[in-house]
């Protein structure tokens, strides 16, 4: 199977088709300006030392500092975190704000590790890259697996590196460490936003049968928001399993159902089916939140939603797009729908640079204006060009990235 890094030139060269731009801008956005590995020794509880494999991967700074999260995951390696970076460096584009795009991660299982081992290995990687990282330079965040708690470690160890204590070289901390209020759930509610600026326009219905992938951070969120606005959860899972109702699921209970099993299977009320196969669950909406490469061309026919919204990054390969769109099935893509996790950072990083503390209400308030503005952009776009929204809004980010990069 193609790397990540190959999915994401195959879709910038679909993308580059339908508008001019200059050679050398197409041979220059093709290449990361920097990729970083690094080795992090740590001393494991046992008295043993291991050294992980860390990663920085910095895209496109033209319209502004380096901005993405770091990932720690036992298969995350260089060429998935490139591709991470460079649909960043576009993500921030799509929605105009002040950022480029990177992306970091270590391989690593974390649930394998203590407490005092994984705090031990997150300053480990702030030491080994904080001459490259800043507030300035590049911001890091939350990925797969990383949280608000190791933010605050990465961004305290910066502190006492560079005496910078503003916090703003990293975004997705806690509160009491300067964090944004509505940070938690903004990749969420970013995409609702972009759902309900673009529903009526996809053909979907007022109430919604949605099915989530991935009960993760983002897929939790979603479920809620969708339910508290009067749309139906039908089916939700994790990596271990799915589970399927029909008439709806009880989110508030599922969660507590995962929080005390660790996992959606075995719920009672629902059905409980393997976890890959609740892509095929039939829907008006089905809302990717897990990893990449989920919808493959050797799955796509299966797929029976109308319009699939990815809060994954990179969920879709290019040859399912190609498969959707001519079965008429809309996606919304990444690089927009889940774009207000990285907006909520740079209010975030504003916030921490000015001394500012900003309502959730202000920061939701910000964050809608600038998703529905984008998604109806978007939508124009395809429309205009006869293409999907992806290619759209690939167009869009790539127009506005050229414009920034010329003399």
């Not at 993308?15 to 690094?38: G, M, W, Y």
């Not at 990465?154 to 509505?182: Q, R, W």
Request: proline share 5%; aromatic share 8%.
């Amino acid at each position: 199977m193609p790397t990540p890094f190959e999915h994401a030139m195959n879709q910038l060269a679909r993308a580059t088709k339908l508008c001019s731009f200059t050679a050398d801008f197409l041979e220059r956005i093709a290449h990361p300006n920097r990729q970083i590995r690094v080795s992090i020794p740590v001393k494991m509880d046992n008295g043993s030392l291991r050294v992980f494999e860390g990663y920085r991967v910095q895209f496109n700074n033209a319209r502004g500092p380096y901005k993405g999260g770091i990932r720690y995951h036992q298969d995350t390696d260089i060429e998935e975190v490139k591709a991470l970076a460079f649909w960043m460096a576009l993500k921030c584009a799509v929605v105009g704000i002040p950022m480029g795009g990177g992306k970091g991660g270590v391989t690593v299982n974390p649930k394998e590790l203590s407490k005092r081992e994984l705090e031990a290995l997150s300053r480990g990687w702030m030491r080994a890259l904080y001459e490259v990282v800043g507030p300035q330079k590049d911001v890091p965040a939350p990925d797969v697996n990383t949280t608000p708690e190791i933010m605050a470690w990465m961004a305290n160890e910066y502190g006492k590196l560079t005496g910078d204590m503003s916090g703003a070289v990293i975004t997705g901390k806690p509160l009491e460490s300067g964090g944004s209020a509505g940070r938690g759930t903004a990749t969420a509610q970013g995409g609702y936003y972009v759902f309900e600026a673009l529903r009526e326009k996809l053909g979907l219905p007022e109430s919604c049968r949605v099915v989530i992938q991935g009960f993760g951070n983002a897929g939790e969120h979603a479920a809620d928001i969708w339910t508290k606005a009067g749309h139906k959860i039908i089916a939700a899972s994790d990596s271990k399993a799915a589970v399927v109702n029909e008439d709806g699921l009880d989110i508030a209970v599922l969660y507590e159902h995962k929080k005390a099993t660790g996992s959606v299977g075995g719920f009672a009320g629902a059905q409980t089916i393997e976890s890959s196969e609740v892509l095929y669950v039939p829907c008006d909406l089905l809302v990717p939140a897990a990893l990449e490469n989920q919808i493959r061309a050797d799955n796509a026919s299966r797929i029976q939603a109308k319009v699939i919204l990815e809060l994954a990054n990179g969920p879709t390969t290019p040859e399912a797009d190609d498969q959707l769109f001519e079965k008429g099935i809309h996606v919304v893509p990444d690089i927009l729908a889940n774009a207000g996790g990285v907006t909520v950072s740079t209010f975030e990083w504003e916030q921490n640079l000015k001394g500012e503390s900003w309502s959730e209400a202000d920061v939701f308030e910000k964050l809608k204006a600038i998703m529905v503005r984008e998604a109806q952009a978007i939508f124009d776009r395809a429309k205009a060009l006869n293409t999907d929204l992806r290619r759209a809004a690939f167009v869009i980010a790539l127009e506005r990235i050229q414009s920034a990069m010329q003399p």
